[in-house]
Structure formats: structure tokens, C-alpha cells
């Protein structure tokens, strides 16, 4: 864990509480249920929501989101109004930690670097030739310091 150890405790504290993909996984959600002609337009206000400084003012821009394409994508607002506040827990963190909490998934990005590894080896002769290049793609990876 080294010098991540302590945002990591906190963040899995919080784990009950906090989507850790719950912006990607919910804009995708909702821009699904909006026909491709018209994403453009919404995802641009959609994210803005997320990128609004503090939890008042994202809160006053998802109301006037609601408002304004409430009743044309009704099936788009259910998808966003579902786990609502737990889109928006990030606020609860210092803000120069929010930009890593929004779009680091660290298991998600761990498993795309031993894959990157592995999908260059065509056969791996035995079990162990496989382990040991997963185990040493995974001892190889350094986390990068957050500024606080």
C-alpha cells in the first residue's frame, strides 16, 4: 500500500457509500436511454454536473438538468436519479483529490496492464511461465503520489 495506504483506507471506509466508477458507469447509463442525435447536447450539460466545485452547486445544476429534460428522456432521469447521492460523495474529499477519485479505478487499471503483458506472449508454455509474468507486472507497477 506505501504512501496510498491512507487515501485507500479511507476510500474502502467509504466503499458502502462511494461508486467508484459511478460517473462513467452513470453518464453512459443515461446517454444510452437518449437518441445518438441528440447526445451531443446532453452529454455536455451532463457533464458538467460532475464538474461543478462543490456539492451545492452540482446539486442546483443536476436539479436544472431534471428540469429541462425531464419530461422529453423520462427513462434518462430515472437512470441518473437512482443512487443520486452516491455519484456525488466525492464532494466529501478534499477537491484536489477529486479528479483521481472520478477516473482512477485502480483494479480496472491493474488487470489492463498485466493484460497489455500477457496478450504480447502468444502461448505460455506452463502455468508457472504465466504466474510469473503476471506477478512480475503487478510488482512492477508504481502508484503515483496524490497531491493534497
Not at 451531443?40 to 452540482?58: D, F, S, Y
Not at 464532494?91 to 496492464?113: K, V
Request: proline residues 3%.
Amino acid at each position: 500500500m506505501g504512501r496510498m495506504g491512507g487515501f485507500l483506507r479511507s476510500r474502502n471506509s467509504l466503499r458502502p457509500r462511494l461508486v467508484s466508477a459511478g460517473r462513467s458507469h452513470k453518464q453512459r447509463n443515461v446517454l444510452h436511454a437518449i437518441p445518438r442525435r441528440e447526445r451531443g447536447e446532453v452529454q455536455a450539460e451532463l457533464v458538467g454536473i460532475w464538474e461543478q466545485p462543490t456539492k451545492q452547486e452540482a446539486v442546483a445544476q443536476l436539479e436544472a438538468f431534471k428540469a429541462k429534460y425531464g419530461k422529453r428522456y423520462p427513462e434518462a432521469l430515472r437512470s441518473l436519479a437512482e443512487q443520486q447521492e452516491k455519484t456525488l460523495t466525492f464532494y466529501e474529499f478534499p477537491a484536489t483529490m477529486h479528479r483521481h477519485m472520478q477516473t482512477t479505478n485502480a483494479i480496472e487499471s491493474l488487470w489492463s496492464l498485466v493484460r497489455q503483458r500477457t496478450d504480447q506472449i502468444d502461448v505460455f508454455t506452463t502455468e508457472t511461465s504465466c504466474l510469473t509474468i503476471v506477478w512480475a507486472t503487478i510488482q512492477d507497477i508504481r502508484l503515483h503520489k496524490l497531491s493534497l
